[in-house]
């Protein structure tokens, strides 16, 4: 079995839920070569990132960009894979509609035993699905965090014959938000707030921990909305989906919405007034406390170490 691997890239480096796209292949036992859009330097990191074969195209990576490339690339693949980034879950049904492929997005499993079997979450990450993909070729867009990325290792690089079609779209303006340079989603560690924090001042702890931490913040829906901290930060349905190492999360109820961004994290610690609070029902260990009281005394405790 053949896998074709996009790797998407962000400032001039490689995206980590791409380079995890190779564990996925490497679990259904299939023989994976990366394809990127750029130079010759992105494609030697991202090589040497995970021991693999990686193939570059020097061109502009607008979406209908991508999906021209990758589609092209993908002959004789039996798989596709994509990062469920933003981009991704876009560039992921237009390739497949270029192959007339089966495709399944945000996937979070894969078996190969009898055909291409996928998992995914449903109903905001309350039940598990398996769909079968019976067309010859998979396109699927994998939710980082769900694979283990491969040890780093000499990979071979090398440029691509293929020839990108025209953009049909160009960038003309881009206007950073505030927070923008925010990137929690390759983040080994997050510490995330919600409406249990009361203010904004009382954020801020939430905040202080994570730099002690030497991690990312992120929030909650009600947080972002009560002007806290900018929507970067965000997780959840409508926001990012994480899975670092550990998620430190402080006065958030547990809302499926916010679960379904977080569910993948290694090991999950909630901190919530309320005993009874859904997201304990996703931590692997809770505190029954008051997080504005409890958040500053982890800080201290970790400056300490």
């Known amino acids: 079995m053949k896998a074709l691997v996009y790797i998407e890239t962000k400032d001039g480096a490689p995206v980590g839920g791409s380079l995890e796209l190779f564990g996925a292949a490497a679990s259904i036992g299939a023989e994976a070569e990366g394809i990127v859009i750029g130079d010759e330097a992105v494609a030697k990191a991202a090589a040497d990132a995970v021991g693999a074969s990686v193939s570059y195209v020097e061109a502009d990576d607008y979406e209908d960009v991508i999906t021209d490339v990758v589609a092209k690339a993908a002959a004789g693949a039996d798989v596709v894979f994509v990062a469920a980034t933003p981009t ?51 396109v699927v867009s994998v939710r980082p965090g769900s694979f283990e990325k491969p040890a780093a290792a000499a990979g071979t690089v090398a440029k691509s014959a293929i020839e990108a079609a025209a953009a049909k779209t160009q960038l003309v303006e881009h206007i950073a938000e505030q927070g923008e340079v925010v990137n929690i989603e390759d983040a080994d560690i997050i510490v995330a ?113």
């Not at 202080?208 to 909650?220: K, N, Q, T, W, Y």
């Open 193 to 305: 707030g919600g409406r249990g924090m009361g203010s904004v001042e009382e954020f801020a702890k939430v905040i202080d921990l994570a730099e002690a931490l030497g991690g990312a913040v992120g929030a909650s829906r009600p947080a972002i909305e009560a002007g806290w901290i900018p929507r970067q930060h965000q997780v959840g349905q409508s926001g990012k989906i994480v899975a670092p190492k550990l998620y430190v999360v402080a006065g958030v109820s547990g809302a499926t919405q916010h679960v379904a961004g977080m569910s993948g994290s290694k090991y999950v610690l909630a901190i919530n007034t309320d005993e009874d609070a859904q997201i304990f029902e996703v931590a692997d260990l809770g505190i029954v406390g008051d997080a504005k009281k409890i958040l500053p005394l982890l800080t201290e405790a970790v400056k300490n170490r």
């Open 88 to 138: 991704g879950k876009v560039v992921a049904p237009r390739i497949g509609a270029r192959l007339d492929a089966g495709v399944v997005n945000d996937i979070t499993g894969i078996n190969a035993d009898d055909g291409i079997l996928i998992t995914r979450p449903a109903f905001g990450g309350s039940i598990l699905e398996q769909i079968k993909i019976k067309t010859p070729v998979a």
